[in-house]
Structures are given as C-alpha cells and as structure tokens.
C-alpha cells in the first residue's frame, strides 16, 4: 500500500510459529487445535483514511456499500438462499466476471464476550492468521464448480459484514498482499467438526510474522458496507491471496457491543 500516513492501532496480531508439525485447527473444538502461536505487535492502519483507497487488484481487499436485504441476521438460515442471491449480484458487479458461485451457507461469528460465540456452528472469531484456502484446494474446488467448460480466470472471495453497532471490539485486520512473501504462508488442516456430520478437511494456510507486512482495518463499519478481500486468483498479474485475523482494538470502550459479523464466499469465473 503506497498510501499517506494514518493514526491507526498499535495491537497484537496472532502469527503462526515454523515448526516441523504440520498445523491443524477446527471449526468448532479449538482443544484439538494443534497452531503455536507467536503474537508479534503489529501496526495497523486506518483504511479510512488512505490517500488511495485500497482494491482488489492491487491490495487485494476493499470496502464497499452493499445493503442487504435481511433485516435480522441472526436469523439468516430463514433468509439463506436470499442472500446468497443478492451477494451473487454484488459480486458480479464488484469482479466483472461471467459468473459467480456461492460457495457456501452465510457464517455467522461473534467476538468472545457475546454467548453465542462458540455455541453456534464455526461462530469464533478466527484469532491467528490466515488464508482460508491454499493454491492447491482452490484448484480443486474450482474444477468441480467449473466442470468441462475452459477458465481464462477464478477468484475466491469472502464478503465480511458486521451487523452490530460501532465500534467493534473485535474487527477484522487484513494483510495487503503485496506484502506477503511465499515463505510467509504455512500449509495447515482446516477440519469441519459439525455437530452430527461426518469430519471432513481441506488445506488452509496459517502465516508466519514478517515485519513486511502491512496490516490495515476498517473501524466503526456499519450494517450497509462489506469488506471484499480475496482468498485466491489464478492470475498471477494481480493480488493474490489476503492474510485477515480478528484483533482485539486497544482503542474501544469496554462497554462496546460483542462484534457479530456474517461472511459469506464465493468463486468468480472467467471463461475462455
């Protein structure tokens, strides 16, 4: 990010430490996580204030408007396929692809003072860095989304809403991805322990510290903006893939409301 000075935070962000195990972590039973952490203190920089906003192609996030349509999202199961539908024509929009697939149900996360945090399915806040799929699953995903026609390009994305009033406690830092060095990313197994469904993974990717890297976050975000960032795009010319963790925000009131946040993410499509 070539961009003006901001005030910003000084906070901690939960890197991954190298090791010779390969790490593992679940969406639910965080006991049988296997992720050595090692926090570093961190800069991170209001986005608000650059001087040039950040975008998909170049720092692979951005903030933009987005009103939905559901009016309580914690009753968003009841308005699922609503959702995804107008999240589908968001993206359309925001990316200028053929098409785009929703990849998956809305996920719903609360920051830890909140009683729903880790009583709903997948519902922490992610606490360590990370990238939620490697080079290689997405591969995978995307042949079984794009079946026999031929890709010119894809891209994963996570659409990131907060729904509770600002400030947030707990708000989303992302890692501009012309920061992050190959060597940064560490394969892991993200495993899904839904209760009464059968265990299933695939391969994430955790990030080890590099002071290179440069951290940013949107503060006091309202239920009508959405944070756009990238988890993988086949083109090599632009963004590729953004680290993002929940960080604790020195700066808020300890009266502030619990963080609820909806993600939803899908996979845009270029045909040859």
């Known amino acids: 990010m070539n961009q003006a000075p901001s005030e910003g935070v000084q906070a901690t962000i939960n890197y991954v430490a190298r090791g010779a195990v390969r790490p593992r972590y679940h969406a639910n039973d965080v006991s049988r996580d296997v992720v050595p952490l090692a926090p570093r203190r961190m800069p991170i920089a209001d986005a608000r204030t650059f001087a040039r906003a950040p975008t998909l192609d170049c720092e692979g996030f951005a903030l933009r408007a987005h009103r939905s349509r559901v009016r309580n999202f ?4 009841q308005h699922a396929d ?5 999240i589908r024509a968001f993206l359309s929009e925001v990316s200028g692809a053929d098409d785009v697939i929703v990849t998956g149900r809305p996920i719903l996360r609360f920051s830890e003072k909140e009683a729903l945090s880790g009583h709903l399915d997948n519902s922490r806040p992610a ?4 990238v939620d799929m490697s080079d290689a699953t997405a591969s995978l995903f995307v042949a079984r989304s794009s079946g026999e026609r031929r890709l010119l390009r894809f891209c994963y994305f ?11 406690d707990v708000p989303l830092a992302l890692c501009d991805a012309g920061s992050v060095s190959p060597d940064d990313l560490i394969a892991a197994d993200a495993i899904f322990d839904s209760p009464e469904q059968p265990e299933w993974s695939f391969e994430g990717i955790v990030v080890a510290h590099n002071p290179a890297h440069r951290w940013a976050w949107f503060p006091d975000m309202t239920r ?3 944070i756009v960032f990238k988890t993988h795009d086949s083109d090599p010319s632009r963004a590729h893939a953004v680290p993002h963790v929940a960080f604790d925000d020195p700066a808020c009131p300890p009266d502030a409301p619990a963080r609820a946040s909806v993600e939803m993410r899908a996979v845009a499509l270029w045909w040859a």
């Open 82 to 86: 609503e959702h995804a539908a107008e």
């Open 224 to 226: 009508d903006e959405v």
């Open 74 to 77: 914690l009753h968003i199961d």
């Open 127 to 130: 606490r360590f860095a990370h």
């Open 158 to 168: 996570n659409v990131w809403r907060t729904f509770t009033g600002a400030p947030q």
